[in-house]
């Protein structure tokens, strides 16, 4: 998990840098220049914030290879007490006088704190990135608008640390919990791109946590969605409460 | 009871060890020994039933009861990357501070588990070293109880004669030994009484001396020339194994004093009694024939 942190905060920092970049050789203008009408017309506004230093810098908070890689992280976490009942050293922890529900406890505290210092790392790579590569003339991006990208970021992967974390609770395998998380996953994710272009599986796009996760509208200045961010943490508090009562009631 | 699914794993156990009692839970694979006791743990949940340790519901009372513990399982399941001490320092300190460090560094030197061990990562260890590691593990704070799976597989001649030396002094300390094993030498030098599971059911439980008592002695007898064959009429507690011209083998239940008088007037040269063994009852179990 540190590496993960420290390797997407440097990530970060590289944004920045090619933000810059492109910004100074008025790339951003060029590029939306090359794009077809419809393409513009199909993307809206997003597109145009998508090319700005804004956008760039926050590719990392949206690009769908960084959240695989930061939900792949949450599910191996989450599914830490499948492992453990599989080689049996939940066995060893709870035939001593603790109590089934610490297991749970510790593997959310784990899910919480380790997603929040890798969207952390995040957000401090983005403001060291700015502070060292920033252009002067660049319309440098509100700290604000890096905390609600972060947050938002967060709230996603709570979600998905709850829902795999009660798949974990419930498996007698991690590598059974891992891939039904991780394929439920890619579905969703996929589901909800598809969702975009496609209109009948607009329906089912409400299905997935991914839906629920617009961070280019927060780089065009809409405000925080409230109502996205209850239905993400819901979900997460809802499931981590199921992978509780599962937990206490299995067999180990 | 325990049911997986259509399995009945664990049937008609009614069973109550004495508190101080090293108790043999002996049974086949398959029997039922490990699913009993991962129900004392509360690790699995019974059917139907219910069982107490000390007087904690193991269930409802569950960590009143497993607080009172020390188990050591069949299957040894410590983090790989973990170091020996790390893994001891965990367990420690989930019996909340109930471990002395010193009662620690001498049950370590006991199974002979030197500093260098305990330094390293448990994925260097042996089968023996992960099992010494458990033992220690389960003897360190000292619990009343003691529920141990099968504890000596994998342990080499010497490290099953320190594990049986901490038994003892465990037994000599008072505490209550719950013990399966399929290693009936053991049970038999270890144990006061013993169960005997077979396909989940209870079929046998009594003092470790009752068991010897019931079980038939062999008796070998050679005489000085050939005699003719034995008498029709045996006393029912005798029962022939072999007949050769100058050697009988026979098998009596109880006292032996019917072959002596049955063999009164031939010319006996010389009577071997074979001493009962916790073997010749068990595996009579085993196959059903009791």
């Known amino acids: ?252 | 009871m325990k049911r997986f699914g259509r399995l009945v794993a664990v049937r008609a156990l009614d069973l109550q060890v004495e508190p101080g009692q090293v108790f043999g839970f002996l049974g086949q694979n398959g029997a039922g020994k490990t699913t009993t006791i991962r129900m004392l743990l509360d690790l699995l949940r019974p059917t139907a039933g219910r069982a107490e340790i000390l007087g904690h519901d193991c269930q409802a009372d569950g960590l009143a009861a497993r607080a009172l513990v020390g188990y050591m399982p069949g299957e040894i399941g410590f983090y790989r990357d973990m170091t020996g001490r790390r893994a001891l320092g965990v367990l420690a300190e989930l019996a909340r501070g109930a471990v002395r460090a010193d009662r620690q560094r001498e049950l370590c030197e006991r199974m002979a588990l030197d500093d260098a061990d305990l330094d390293r990562p448990i994925r260097e260890y042996s089968t023996g070293m992960k099992r010494k590691l458990a033992a220690v593990a389960a003897f360190q704070h000292d619990p009343p109880v003691l529920l141990l799976d099968e504890p000596t597989e994998g342990l080499d001649p010497l490290m099953q004669e320190a594990f049986y030396e901490l038994l003892a002094d465990a037994r000599a300390g008072g505490t209550t030994v719950f013990l399966s094993s399929h290693v009936l030498s053991e049970v038999d030098r270890v144990c006061d009484r013993i169960g005997l599971l077979r396909a989940g059911e209870l079929v046998l439980t009594a003092p470790i001396g009752e068991v010897r008592r019931t079980a038939p002695r062999l008796v070998r007898v050679t005489f000085r020339r050939p005699v003719a064959g034995p008498p029709s009429a045996w006393p029912p507690s005798i029962e022939i194994v072999e007949v050769a011209a100058a050697r009988w083998i026979v098998r009596a239940y109880g006292s032996i004093g019917p072959v002596v008088e049955s063999l009164g007037g031939l010319p006996v040269a010389d009577l071997e009694v074979r001493e009962p063994r916790l073997e010749d009852v068990v595996m009579a179990y085993y196959r059903g024939q009791q």
């Open chain 1, 1 to 252: 998990m540190a590496i993960a942190a420290a390797a997407l905060g440097a990530f970060q920092v590289l944004l920045c840098l090619a933000a810059r970049e492109l910004q100074r050789e008025g790339m951003f203008q060029q590029i939306l220049g090359l794009i077809p009408p419809f393409a513009r017309e199909l993307f809206g506004p997003v597109l145009v914030s998508m090319m700005s230093f804004p956008g760039i810098m926050a590719l990392g908070y949206y690009h769908v290879a960084i959240v695989a890689v930061l939900v792949g992280l949450v599910i191996a976490i989450a599914t830490e007490p499948a492992g453990e009942v599989e080689t049996g050293f939940a066995d060893l922890v709870l035939a001593r006088a603790v109590p089934r529900g610490a297991v749970m406890t510790r593997s959310i505290v784990l899910l919480a704190g380790g997603a929040a210092c890798v969207v952390a790392a995040m957000a401090v790579g983005t403001f060291f990135g700015l502070w060292l590569v920033g252009p002067a003339e660049a319309s440098k991006p509100a700290s604000s608008l890096v905390w609600k990208l972060a947050f938002s970021l967060w709230c996603v992967l709570a979600c998905w640390g709850g829902v795999s974390l009660a798949i974990g609770a419930a498996a007698r395998r991690r590598a059974v919990a891992a891939s039904m998380a991780g394929s439920a996953a890619a579905a969703l994710m996929l589901v909800d791109y598809l969702a975009r272009f496609w209109k009948p599986a607009r329906g089912a796009a409400r299905l997935s946590p991914f839906h629920y996760y617009n961070p280019l509208d927060l780089v065009i200045g809409k405000p925080l969605p409230l109502g996205d961010i209850a239905v993400l943490l819901g979900t997460g508090a809802a499931t981590a409460a199921l992978a509780y009562l599962v937990f206490a009631r299995r067999d180990l």
